[in-house]
């Protein structure tokens, strides 16, 4: 005898702790593409990302600024699954800085004046370093 149908489950659904180590577990552009099932998965996968949850190690991507982006956005190629990805960066605008190191996926950036910047283009999350005028 059969039963009716199985009902589609509700990926909204799993508990938040077992969501945490699923998108924990993801490379990096298939934790951005999480987002796209509901809006607890895509507050998950951000929350994962800002508070420097998600650590797992990854696959580098190459990240460079093209023309048609513009100067506000980046491209990331994934050495993972050979694709692009666009990031849209705060400002100030990426295409008008200097990219000059790089470490643990955080950027240095300076502008023409020497004004550095952190910049994680992951979480967008953007830090100014103190004036290169004021260091003695």
Request: aromatic share 8%.
């Amino acid at each position: 005898m059969e039963g009716p149908p199985a009902a589609d489950p509700d990926w909204s659904e799993l508990p938040a702790d077992l969501l945490n180590i699923v998108l924990g577990e993801l490379e990096f552009p298939d934790l951005f593409f999480s987002s796209a099932v509901c809006t607890t998965w895509r507050d998950t996968a951000r929350a994962l990302r800002r508070l420097g949850m998600y650590n797992r190690p990854q696959t580098p991507c190459l990240l460079y600024i093209a023309a048609a982006t513009g100067t506000r956005a980046a491209e990331l190629f994934s050495l993972a699954d050979k694709k692009t990805y666009k990031a849209r960066i705060p400002d100030p605008p990426i295409g008008e800085r200097y990219i000059v190191g790089s470490s643990h996926g955080w950027l240095v950036t300076a502008d023409g004046r020497s004004e550095l910047h952190l910049l994680n283009p992951v979480t967008g999350e953007q830090i100014a370093l103190p004036s290169v005028i004021t260091i003695e």
